[in-house]
């Protein structure tokens, strides 16, 4: 198989724990059109998780930023459902060894499984790419991805002053964790190459 960072080559496909069947893949520019739509469709309160702020139109440059990546220090992964995007889940490099990963999922395809699995794609993605250590900003009232990350034994902590919760963990340890967690049936079914 290549590297999971490489935007050729590879797209699973995943059967959520209600059944639903979905593509995941690295993005592509050519995404740009189905990031935006998607984007329009979210709630609110998703919106907020994700960008702490009212955010409701991507700009152009984002919507750039977003979708032109160099699979390296800059990596997205997208859901595709019914030929709609439906999720997309990212690292940035930071520091030479470490990466901020962040999630936004559709709120009809949220709590089926879907945080977990883009959360290994982009562990084995950083870990191709050198990176060691993950580090995400969550709400604390975002109870969901605390659950996400919780259950990958991420450690968090609150500095003075700081209105979100900061998680980190180290890739091996996280890898092997979330080897385990989709080792049952109804996570990744099938890989093609
Ligand atoms: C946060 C978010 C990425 C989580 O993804 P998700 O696909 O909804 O999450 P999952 O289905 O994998 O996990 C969440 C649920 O599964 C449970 N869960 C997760 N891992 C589990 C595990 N290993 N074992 C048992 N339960 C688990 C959680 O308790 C939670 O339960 P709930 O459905 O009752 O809420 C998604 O909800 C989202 O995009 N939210 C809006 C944007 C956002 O919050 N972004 C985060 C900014 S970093």
Redo the contacts with the bound molecule.
């Keep these: 198989m290549g590297r999971v960072a490489d935007p050729d080559g590879w797209a699973d496909e995943v059967v959520l724990?209600d059944g639903r069947r979905c593509e995941v893949r690295p993005i592509t520019a050519d995404d740009a059109s189905a990031l935006t739509a998607f984007h329009a469709r979210?709630s609110a309160?998703?919106?907020y998780?994700?960008f702490f702020a009212p955010y409701p139109v991507l700009t152009a440059d984002d919507v750039e930023r977003f979708t032109v990546v160099d699979y390296r220090d800059r990596f997205a992964v997208v859901v595709i459902a019914n030929d709609l995007l439906v999720?997309v889940?990212r690292y940035e490099r930071m520091a030479q060894t470490e990466a901020e990963?962040?999630?936004?999922?559709e709120?009809t395809?949220?709590?089926?499984?879907?945080?977990?699995?883009?959360l290994e794609r982009l562990a084995v993605a950083a870990s191709d790419s050198g990176i060691s250590r993950l580090v995400?900003?969550?709400?604390p009232s975002?109870?969901?991805?605390i659950?996400?990350f919780e259950?990958?034994g991420f450690t968090s902590h609150q500095a003075t002053g700081d209105a979100f919760l900061t998680f980190e963990a180290g890739v091996d340890p996280l890898l092997a964790m979330l080897r385990s967690?989709l080792s049952h049936p109804g996570s990744i079914e099938e890989r093609h190459e």
């Design positions: 724990r979210l309160k998703s919106i998780f994700r999720g889940a990963i962040a999630f936004l999922i709120d395809y949220q709590g089926a499984g879907l945080g977990t699995i883009l995400a900003e969550v709400m975002n109870t969901r991805m659950a996400v259950h990958a967690l």
